[in-house]
């Protein structure tokens, strides 16, 4: 293609604004036909270089930036009058360029609606799951599982704790940025731009050049990255879009690479985040005692069955306490306070069920649970 559609497209919108005005004259015949004939070239570009691929491929490889729909509400506004009593081959020629017009009018119409379904978010999503899909299938998935794993084992035991995990989630957004991930993308930042309380940026202040590179990346990793609940995740329709835009640009296959592998990383850490959470949320939660097993008498009780190795701080059962001791505790327990209620507290308590089961076994056997002797005295003060 010798010459560039847009710009003809251009200049003939110009000569038809000139011919829609001036009076005819023996060299009007001959600018319509090269007008038309400069349609007939930019309908011939539309239809093969774009119109057949943007059937066919799921997203535009070319010209997205062209509003086709805008173009072909201009092309409707640029019809010639065709005026009764003129030059007969006037005539034809303005009726040739009208209906150049319009097939250039339903062309564009066309391309406008493909486009309009290709490049929707659900395309774009799309296109950020097969990546995932290709990543996830590959050798550098594995590896990254294996690295974090390896983390998990030797800084931290098996267990990272809360500040390990924010530290180890800074240091993998640093390391994206550093392989220039978003490095085309920060070019076009205008201004650095501040999230406060999403990461810990503030010991890298006493570095102002890291401090600016930080803020400059992070801007452009949060185009992409929502903040959820002290998560970043991943937005799959933007993700997608920053995938398309930058397949031209140097190293773009390797940075769709590291930014899905850096942020694998990223999510594995904030699982585990989430776990620890989950954990200390339960745990408080396992605390909070019905008020029938608050008062005064009864946190009493509750402090010498954890001093005997029943119980622990939030009053739940250890794992050494059987179920027939649970029972028996909850029994003699209820007793003393004079509970209307004998089971459903501790069961609510104690996640557990059928309590009254377990009585009535040792009714029937008459076997009391191992260390009974133990719980009646520490109900009998």
């Known amino acids: 293609m010798t010459r560039d559609y847009k710009q003809i ?5 110009s000569r038809i604004e000139v011919l829609r005005t001036e009076r005819p004259s023996a060299g009007t015949k001959f600018r319509l ?8 070239e930019v309908l011939q570009v539309l239809r093969e270089d774009l119109l057949e691929r943007v059937q066919h491929e799921a997203v535009l490889d070319a010209d997205a930036e062209v509003d086709f729909a805008a173009e072909a509400e201009k092309v409707l506004g640029l019809e010639l009058a065709e005026c009764e009593g ?10 040739l360029v009208n209906e150049a017009l319009g097939e250039l009018h339903n062309t564009l119409e066309e391309i406008a ?18 990546e995932k899909r290709r990543y996830i299938g590959s050798g550098t998935y594995g590896r990254a599982r294996k ?3 390896e983390w998990k084992d030797n800084q931290c035991y098996g267990s990272p704790g809360m500040e390990e995990i924010d530290d180890y989630r800074l240091e993998k957004v640093m390391l994206m940025f550093e392989k220039g991930v978003f490095r085309e993308r920060v070019e076009h930042m205008q201004r650095a731009k501040r999230y406060p309380g ?20 992070y801007a452009v990793l949060r185009k992409l990255a929502d903040w959820r609940d002290g998560m970043l995740v991943v937005n799959p329709a933007r993700a997608g879009q ?11 296959k390797s940075n769709r690479t590291n930014f899905l592998k850096y942020m694998h990383k990223v999510a594995m850490v904030q699982e585990e985040y989430r776990k620890l959470q989950d954990a200390r949320t339960e745990s408080d939660e396992s605390s909070l005692l019905p008020d029938v097993l608050a008062t005064g008498m009864a946190l009493k009780y509750w402090k010498m069955l954890q001093q005997a190795g029943f119980a622990d701080g939030h009053c739940q059962l250890l794992p050494t306490t059987t179920r027939k ?10 007793d003393k306070l004079q509970m209307r209620s004998k089971w459903k507290p501790f069961q609510e308590l104690w996640h557990i069920n059928n309590l009254a089961q377990e009585k009535w076994e040792m009714q029937e056997t008459g076997k009391s649970p191992a260390r009974s002797d133990e719980i009646d005295a520490i109900f009998a003060e």
Request: a negative charge; proline letters at 1%; glycine letters at 2%.
């Open 9 to 13: 497209m251009t200049d003939s919108f």
């Open 33 to 40: 036909m090269g007008v038309a004939a400069d349609i007939v």
């Open 86 to 95: 003129q030059d007969e081959a006037l005539g034809e020629q303005t009726h």
């Open 113 to 130: 609606c493909q486009m309009e379904r290709h490049h929707s978010d659900a395309e774009f999503v799309r296109l950020y799951e097969n």
């Open 147 to 149: 690295t974090f794993d």
């Open 198 to 217: 999403e990461l810990d940026f503030e010991q890298l202040t006493d570095n102002p050049k890291v401090s600016k590179t930080v803020y400059h990346h």
């Open 242 to 252: 920053f995938f398309y835009a930058s397949r031209h640009e140097d190293n773009a």
């Open 325 to 334: 001791q649970a029972m028996y505790i909850a029994d003699v327990f209820s």
